[in-house]
């Protein structure tokens, strides 16, 4: 067995030529899938469709994946078959297409030249930085340490003693595919693939809307999405978020409209179906995601009953809770009969210590301001906040249309949700300021309004701090990408806990096992046992436990 990320990866810029080739295969295989022409017919009436093509590739492939990873029995060479011929579809269609590529996807080309070409360097950006080395520390603990674990065994780990490991799920099963690979930089590519979701449902042109200057507002609108700083963060990471985003708002768009008349009864299971899974994976993938997920599925479900599509209701409800139901049980046999513990959901955790971590994860941070999720409280913490895109929200109460009324009752109804049982971190508030940029977008309003030169000039300004704040991200971090001395030099300075991770890795064989107090547990290039416990719990259960793992060091 092999341990630590470092043994995984191929030395810059080998690792990122890889990921960039997994990256297009994905691509391709998204692109034969939506040669299914009721997929394709649904998806286009609320996108550009080439920017689907990799969400839903990674789609299908966790949904297949995910009931097979959670028992042990899977090869690695199964993952390792599978990741070759994904890269082997990715070299083809880089030779077929590479004169095309960002001119066929681009639905640009009538559009004011200047917000054009800031758009297209914005977008660009976001796509350099995600090809950085991974320096945050979620990421080096479980979302890159659990799918060396899968490689390792076959199955996702079921230690307790583990607990930020408890928050792990499919989501971490692209990350697979490009350890296997040697690509480090895979995962902040699947994260980079939920912003390209999201800017080709803003652009899409919606023939029902005859303005003058929707283009220019749509591309507004998209600069306005691009701006929120907490994606720089989320961007740069392997944290299975944005890629989640992008998945609940395409299910919020077909929810709310996808307005073609001429559905057949195939094509509306079909896109029941489609919404249903798509909800499915980001419930399973985060569970911080069941609130968007929940209110969405209501929402289509009552669709379904005001059409009077009762069979189709209960046929994709069914074929969910079968996806569901490996899940299920193996969270209810490994985690004490109480799959709930496996949830991200304090109030009905009964494992010693986990409503402590729980109410951890929960805590406002510090310096904890309630307010700095929307603007910083410092530049530091920039890439923490969501901005002026909040102001999206009241905007709301401005539009005419009645499905606005609901969206902004949802809006509330999910702010007050989270306000009593949530998080205040902007991440948390992405989806509903979605929402409500894409209501706009939908909407017959005329951006000539009297005070939308201020609006504009706020829009902006934003844009260029973010535009500013995300290129400097790829001039001081990206670059680590593309020489490996670069590298150590980028991860010596962002890397959290990489020089002591160093330092135990000189120090220690790698025949050894090693209880360790740091979260970046996926630095350590020996068996590593995670001391999560130690901050939530003294209980003489996980003492045994411990014992019977039989440490030989402990680094503090």
Request: proline letters at 3%.
């Amino acid at each position: 067995m092999k341990y630590g990320i470092e043994s995984y990866v191929l030395n810059s810029p080998y690792s990122l030529i890889s990921s960039i080739i997994l990256f297009i295969g994905f691509y391709k295989i998204g692109k034969l899938i939506f040669r299914y022409p009721a997929l394709n017919k649904i998806i286009s009436s609320i996108s550009i469709i080439n920017y689907q093509y990799f969400s839903f590739a990674i789609l299908f492939t966790v949904t297949i994946f995910y009931p097979l990873i959670l028992y042990p029995g899977v090869n690695k060479y199964f993952f390792i078959i599978f990741s070759f011929i994904i890269s082997a579809f990715g070299v083809y269609h880089f030779i077929e297409k590479l004169k095309n590529f960002i001119k066929k996807d681009f639905y640009l080309k009538k559009q004011n030249f200047v917000s054009k070409y800031f758009l297209i360097l914005f977008f660009l950006g976001y796509f350099f930085l995600a090809m950085g080395p991974i320096t945050d520390v979620d990421s080096l603990d479980y979302h890159l340490s659990v799918p060396i674990h899968i490689i390792n065994t076959g199955s996702f780990p079921k230690d307790i003693l583990w607990f930020h490991g408890s928050l792990s799920g499919l989501g971490e099963i692209p990350i697979i595919f490009g350890l296997i690979l040697g690509a480090e930089q895979f995962g902040s590519l699947c994260q980079f693939s939920g912003i390209l979701s999201v800017v080709g449902i803003l652009l899409k042109k919606k023939d029902l809307l005859k303005l003058n200057n929707f283009l220019d507002k749509n591309i507004l609108l998209a600069i306005l999405f691009l701006s929120i700083p907490v994606l720089i963060f989320l961007d740069s990471t392997s944290k299975p978020q944005l890629i989640f985003i992008g998945f609940t708002t395409i299910a919020f768009t077909l929810t709310f409209y996808n307005d073609e008349k001429e559905h057949n009864k195939k094509n509306i299971f079909l896109q029941f179906l489609l919404i249903s899974l798509l909800l499915y994976v980001s419930f399973e993938g985060k569970f911080s995601f069941i609130l968007s997920s929940f209110i969405i599925w209501i929402c289509a479900a009552y669709q379904m009953i005001k059409k009077q599509n009762y069979l189709v209701l209960i046929y994709v409800t069914l074929i969910i809770l079968t996806l569901f139901l490996p899940s299920a049980f193996w969270k209810y046999t490994n985690y004490d009969g109480n799959f709930i513990n496996k949830i991200y959901f304090p109030f009905f955790s009964y494992i010693d210590g986990y409503y402590d971590f729980y109410q951890s994860l929960n805590a406002c941070e510090v310096p904890c301001t309630k307010n700095f999720f929307l603007f910083p409280d410092s530049l530091a913490r920039y890439t923490e906040s969501i901005g002026v895109a909040i102001f999206s929200i009241p905007f709301l109460f401005f539009l005419k249309e009645k499905k606005s009324k609901l969206i902004l009752i949802l809006i509330i109804f999910y702010f007050t949700i989270l306000f009593l049982l949530g998080k205040f971190s902007a991440r948390f508030f992405i989806e509903p300021v979605l929402w409500s940029i894409i209501c706009i977008a939908h909407s017959k309003i005329n951006f000539n309004f009297k005070y939308f030169s201020f609006v504009k000039l706020l829009i902006y300004t934003q844009s260029f701090l973010s535009f500013s704040a995300i290129w400097f991200g790829v001039f001081t971090i990206s670059v680590g990408s593309l020489n490996q001395s670069i590298k150590l030099k980028v991860l010596n300075r962002f890397a959290d806990g990489y020089t002591l991770a160093k330092w135990v890795n000189s120090e220690i064989t790698d025949e050894k096992k090693i209880l360790y107090t740091h979260r970046s547990i996926s630095l350590i290039q020996s068996e590593t046992i995670s001391a999560d416990f130690l901050h939530y719990s003294t209980s003489e259960i996980y003492l045994n436990m411990l014992k019977s793992k039989k440490p030989d060091y402990l680094v503090i």
